[in-house]
């Protein structure tokens, strides 16, 4: 398949959309990575807080304030690995780790914007929000409808600023700035867009995404653009998984304003070997039109896994 998918569960969306020959459309990080090295800086995260004037250093410089926010220069994982709030001097000497970075820890809404991008000029965005658990987890994600005029604007400068010549897909997180009305302060930045919900963004934007890299032009309709919701199943570490039989998953698929199911680990696979948040290994994600119905569905696989199902 030319959309390089990594996870099994999301290659349900693209079975439809057939690729040209030799086209290749990265998912994964790695993947963009290798594919794009005239881009690939924007996955040093350091090089991005400091294109926008964020302080910020690698561990070893003495951060002037605290608190401050420490993770990795690059993850090409994912899922927020080894990311944490450092409150204080004493607690920044116990936390040094080699090849992390502090920048200044930012306040405000955190928002995932996915963009498409035509010789580095933004031509489509849709947002989403994340409503959080613990310890990086998330209960689930609303993929809004509304445009974000100021953020897009403010994003869109920094990206014909930085990544002319680039055609494709991005997904930008942001956490909300100081600046105008709107804008917001860029923490991560990945060539690919946010493979967990491309089934609510309508129909067609699929075989766009496919234009978009076999033709270097974006040609989608969004006429049908609606608010949708990504509801998440976690459970404790140190389980041992299985996964639902597909009776019971194509029950969750026919529920009414549901729109997909992923059982999002694999069963082969220990657990211990998956890239997850601490706060919680990841179970199934249910991608639904109507909040309740998404809940309802996510209710009905915890209990075959016999956890606790989020609010």
């Known amino acids: 398949m030319a959309i390089r998918e990594a996870d099994p569960w999301r290659l349900q969306y693209f079975a439809d959309d057939p690729c040209p020959d030799g086209v290749e459309i990265p998912t994964e990080d790695a993947d963009a990575w290798a594919w794009y090295p005239a881009h690939r800086w924007v996955y040093d995260k350091l090089r991005v807080a400091e294109s926008q004037g964020i302080e910020a250093a690698p561990h070893g410089v003495m951060p002037g304030a605290f608190p401050v926010f420490s993770k990795p220069i690059v993850n090409l994982r994912g899922m927020g690995v080894d ?14 780790t080699a090849g992390h970075f502090w920048m200044r820890l930012l306040e405000g809404e955190h928002v995932s914007s996915d963009v498409a991008v035509v010789d580095g000029q933004a031509v489509w965005w849709r947002h989403a929000t994340g409503v959080p658990g613990p310890g990086g987890t998330f209960d689930r994600w609303v993929v809004h409808a509304a445009a974000r005029p100021g953020l897009e604007a403010a994003c869109g400068a920094w990206i014909a600023r930085h990544l002319g010549g680039y055609t494709g897909m991005m997904n930008l997180e942001t956490i909300g700035g100081g600046g105008a009305e709107g804008a917001a302060d860029i923490i991560e930045v990945h060539l690919r867009f946010a493979d967990q919900w491309p089934d609510l963004y309508g129909t067609g934007w699929v075989a766009a995404l496919v234009r978009l890299y076999a033709e270097g032009r974006w040609v989608f309709a969004d006429v049908d653009r609606r608010d949708g919701y990504s509801v998440v199943l976690f459970a404790g570490h140190g389980g041992a998984w299985r996964h639902p039989p597909a009776e019971l998953l194509g029950e969750v698929r026919a529920m009414p304003g549901v729109s997909s199911v992923q059982v999002t680990f ?9 890239a997850m948040p601490p706060g919680g ?12 119905a998404g809940r309802a569905a996510r209710r009905l696989l915890a209990d075959w896994f016999g956890v606790t199902a989020g609010g």
């Open 83 to 96: 990311s944490r709030a450092i409150g204080s001097a004493a607690e920044y000497a116990q936390a040094w």
């Open 266 to 274: 694999h069963a082969d696979r220990a657990a211990g070997l998956h």
């Open 281 to 292: 290994f990841r179970l199934a994600i249910v991608n639904c039109w109507d909040l309740e």
